[in-house]
């Protein structure tokens, strides 16, 4: 069993990765027919992690680390940021010119597709903006009497019971 005495300090924190020469030993005790707990317990090393050693060990047969998997990212950060400050400078530029302007500045070569992808990780969502009536003086000229002539009306006494609930108290 561990005492508390153990070195809080070397347990917790960032994760790092395991060197090939604490992993060997792992996968010994674990053919040795050591426990998890036994094996944790002399090689001052969680749990968790030894757990984590021998289930990917057990299909493939090696304790190295594999790569990671999936496609790379195309965009580093400091991309991300050239993009993100080019379109907060201008709001109305089209993929297609963001994704020109990255290629001279940066020298990334981006489809206008992916330009879009990335602004809409970011928070960045192209709209069309709301069709709104235009109200000219002419225009708020006629409708200033109509407002004014109905301004005191309710809902109760204009709409249908059906429609608003009437509340008793």
């Known amino acids: 069993m561990q005492t508390a005495?153990?070195?809080i300090g070397e347990r917790m924190g960032c994760s790092q990765e395991l060197s090939d020469s604490k992993r060997g030993p792992v996968i010994g005790g674990h053919l040795g027919n050591k426990s998890i707990r036994d094996i944790s317990w002399l090689l001052n090393?969680?749990?968790s992690t030894v757990s984590g050693i021998i289930t990917k060990w057990k299909p493939l047969g090696t304790t190295a680390t594999q790569p990671p998997s999936?496609?790379?990212r195309h965009m580093t950060g400091r991309g991300q940021r050239m993009l993100k400050r080019t379109v907060r400078r201008s709001h109305q530029l089209s993929a297609e010119s963001i994704a020109k302007d990255l290629q001279t500045w940066c020298g990334l070569q981006?489809?206008?597709t992916t330009v879009c992808r990335e602004l809409h990780?970011?928070?960045f969502h192209g709209r069309a903006a709301a069709s709104k009536p235009s109200i000219t003086k002419c225009n708020a000229k006629r409708q200033m009497p109509w407002c004014k002539a109905r301004r005191h009306?309710?809902?109760e006494r204009y709409l249908p019971d059906c429609i608003v609930p009437s509340v008793k108290f």
Do not use: Y
């Open 110 to 112: 981006m489809s206008p």
């Open 153 to 155: 009306w309710t809902l």
């Open 45 to 47: 090393i969680p749990r």
């Open 70 to 72: 999936g496609r790379p």
């Open 5 to 7: 005495s153990t070195n």
């Open 121 to 123: 990780g970011m928070g």
